[in-house]
């Protein structure tokens, strides 16, 4: 049996395992098990909180797709990782605790049992960080994606993202070029692909289409990843709010130099077994 918490973030959902005394042994096969929504539970990520490796660190928290592959950050998975932690009696109201994720320590802080703020590092631009395939760092990158040349920008925010302005875009473009963005070969690990609209310098619409998960109604690292390109280029303001289908999230950066917090929701659906092999 597989005790297990599911929980969303603006409606990029999770089911989050209590691996804090118990290794984490799900293979690929049972990963995928869990995270088909037909016969398993359904996830974007599965999540397992366990205990730190870095001793600076209150927690570790693993991330798999729904394909079972590894992910190195989820941001909207770490502030249901810090909710699931203070309803667990391990994170007071308020209290600054550092969390050990797969590409490194991250700070969570919640201000309500439900809206937890991140320090989610600062955003890499060199391209052997996020990995991409370039000869030089620039802001702006040209890049064929199934037939068509398109402008990208390129950052890591613990995992690689690829950043394209969706307003050049004809409406049903993003669906075709997602998916082939994701897997594109300059992108050694593959990327999240976001699509991001600006409405002015504090006010940024986006969708991403997520390496190993596809298509999701939130992403938090995506959201990250689609401010810091725009707030480089000198486009936005440090202070966003970036609407994704599930909801918005806030965003702020001043720039190279500081790190990137994000705030936003973290909500619980229901705690379950699931009893299969």
């Not at 397992?48 to 592959?69: H, K, L, M, Q």
């Not at 995992?159 to 963005?181: C, K």
């Not at 991403?208 to 992403?219: D, I, L, M, N, S």
Request: net charge negative.
């Amino acid at each position: 049996m597989l005790r297990f918490s599911k929980m969303h973030g603006l409606g990029n959902d999770f089911v989050v395992l209590d691996c804090r005394t118990t290794p984490f042994t799900l293979d690929v096969a049972r990963i995928r098990a869990v995270a088909n929504r037909r016969t398993g539970v359904g996830f974007d990520q599965l999540l397992s909180v366990e205990p730190a490796r870095d001793p600076s660190c209150a927690f570790y928290y693993g991330i798999w797709n729904t394909d079972g592959s590894p992910s190195g950050q989820c941001g909207n998975g770490v502030r249901c990782v810090a909710a699931w932690l203070h309803r667990a009696g391990a994170l007071a109201l308020g209290e600054a605790v550092r969390l050990e994720s797969p590409s490194g320590p991250v700070t969570v802080r919640l201000l309500t049992p439900h809206e937890v703020t991140v320090d989610m590092g600062e955003p890499a631009f060199a391209p052997a960080r996020v990995p991409f395939a370039a000869e030089a760092e620039t802001d702006r990158y040209l890049i064929d994606v199934d037939g068509s040349a398109l402008e990208i920008g390129a950052v890591s925010m613990g995992n690689p993202h690829a950043v394209v302005m969706a307003d050049t875009l004809a409406d049903r473009l993003p669906e075709r070029l997602g998916p082939a963005l994701s897997t594109h070969p300059r992108f050694a690990e593959g990327a999240n692909t976001g699509f991001v609209r600006r409405f002015d310098r504090g006010h940024l619409a986006l969708r991403v289409h997520e390496r190993g998960a596809g298509w999701t109604q939130a992403c938090g690292t995506g959201a990250c990843a689609a401010m810091a390109v725009l707030r480089r280029r000198g486009e936005v303001d440090e202070q966003v709010q970036v609407d994704l289908p599930g909801g918005a999230l806030r965003i702020a950066w001043p720039g190279p130099g500081h790190t990137l917090w994000m705030t936003g929701p973290a909500a619980f659906v229901f705690d379950g077994t699931w009893l299969a092999d």
